[in-house]
């Protein structure tokens, strides 16, 4: 899969997703990085740990989060995208559901549109990456916790994501999926849907798995967020073991040297 001006070997590599959230409100690293000479510092700490891709942020989706307006998300992700294409060469993932805020980062250089609605909260995203070339990640999401079958509705759902993706004109090789933890699901669905999570290998698209930090990993440990680093570790490890292609994680250094680790005894040091 190409992303940007990097080829990413998806089938047999585990890359890391740096989170850059540009937010005054995000559950863990809010108004951190909503400054771009911190952001840009922030890119180059996050490229030296070891990271593949950025993914920039620009209105929080934490619980009880605060919706903003397009324009405000524009603001705070466009100029930020657009120094960091200028001063690194990284591939920057946009992490927006809003068509308006996708085109405006697809002018100033985004390079991956990530959607946490998977194409399904705006009508017209699908037809704005479509017709940029973009690759996507289309991540399982909704508005409840109340499946009858868990495991088989998540992929039904997913199946509906990648429908309205195929019918915009996005291309299969464009496509990554992502379950989703920690959207639309309970504590012990969280956990399921990482622990089966090998099971959406079926649909043949790369899988991205999103756990840094989360509420799952503080209600397994009993931790606050400042101390959820080894639960992260232990997701970033199962993600390796069942085939994930991406990892997006807020503690670059400290996963992949999880992930280098893991793929060394996993393939006997070739990779």
């Not at 740990?49 to 466009?78: F, H, K, L, N």
């Not at 996507?136 to 199946?159: D, G, K």
């Not at 043949?204 to 989360?214: A, D, E, T, V």
Request: hydrophobic content about 40%.
């Amino acid at each position: 899969m190409k992303i940007g001006n990097r080829e990413f070997d998806t089938k047999n590599h585990t890359y890391i997703m740096g989170i850059l959230n540009v937010t005054p409100d995000s559950f863990s690293d809010g108004g951190k990085w909503n400054d771009r000479d911190k952001a840009l510092h922030r890119v180059e700490e996050m490229l030296s740990e070891g990271m593949d891709i950025v993914d920039i942020g620009g209105e929080s989706t934490r619980p009880g989060y605060t919706v903003i307006t397009d324009q405000e998300e524009i603001e705070r992700t466009a100029p930020v995208i657009e120094a960091i294409k200028a001063n690194f060469d990284v591939p920057v993932s946009l992490d927006t559901y809003k068509s308006q805020v996708a085109a405006a980062g697809i002018e100033v250089g985004a390079d991956l549109i990530n959607d946490i609605w998977g194409l399904k909260f705006d009508e017209k995203m699908a037809g704005v990456i479509a017709k940029s070339g973009l690759p996507c990640c289309l991540m399982h999401n909704r508005n409840n916790t109340s499946y009858e079958n868990f495991m088989a509705q998540v992929a039904e759902e997913l199946t509906q994501s990648i429908e309205i993706a195929q019918k915009a004109g996005i291309a299969d090789e464009k496509i990554i999926l992502d379950p989703g933890v920690g959207f639309g699901k309970t504590y012990e669905q969280n956990l399921e849907v990482i622990r089966r999570l090998e099971e959406l290998n079926a649909f043949g698209y790369p899988l991205l798995l999103g756990c840094s930090r989360k509420s799952v990993i503080g209600l397994a440990l009993g931790l606050p967020v400042e101390e959820r680093v080894e639960g992260t570790l232990v997701t970033t490890v199962l993600a390796v073991s069942k085939g994930c292609s991406f990892v997006r994680v807020h503690d670059v250094k400290a996963n992949d040297r999880a992930v280098r680790m893991t793929q060394a005894i996993l393939r006997g040091g070739n990779f």
